[in-house]
């Protein structure tokens, strides 16, 4: 088993999806650019702010009351490493749902035929 195997099928040699896949996939890259730069160009100029940016928006208010329940005297700004790794977090798993599902599409095409 190479080290890009992922969730490997119990009795079979077969992996059902692969972390490089995952990863690369245009679901994820997608996802993650949808709440990612509606916000940040509305974080740097407030006349760019727009309604894409509203998924962003409420992942960073949702960290940042977190971050400052936890660590009140952090500056706004270092919000954005816990915003980042959740909109990664949120982009890889829709990925992998995205190329899970590709994945039992394409075997349940090849076994009609």
Excluded: H, Q
């Excluded at 977190?66 to 909109?87: E, H, K, M, N, V």
């Excluded at 977090?89 to 075997?107: K, L, M, P």
């Amino acid at each position: 088993m190479s080290n890009d195997d992922w969730l490997v099928l119990p009795g079979t040699d077969r992996t059902l999806v692969s972390i490089g896949r995952v990863v690369t996939s245009p679901a994820t890259i997608g996802t993650f650019v949808l709440l990612v730069v509606p916000f940040a160009l509305g974080w740097l100029k407030s006349a760019l702010f727009s309604p894409l940016a509203l998924p962003g928006y409420v992942l960073y208010g949702i960290g940042t009351a977190i971050g400052d329940a936890i660590a009140p005297r952090f500056d706004f700004w270092l919000y954005w490493i816990p915003f980042l790794a959740s909109c990664v977090g949120i982009s890889v798993t829709i990925g992998f749902g995205y190329e899970w599902w590709r994945e039992r599409a394409d075997d349940d095409s090849s076994e009609r035929l």
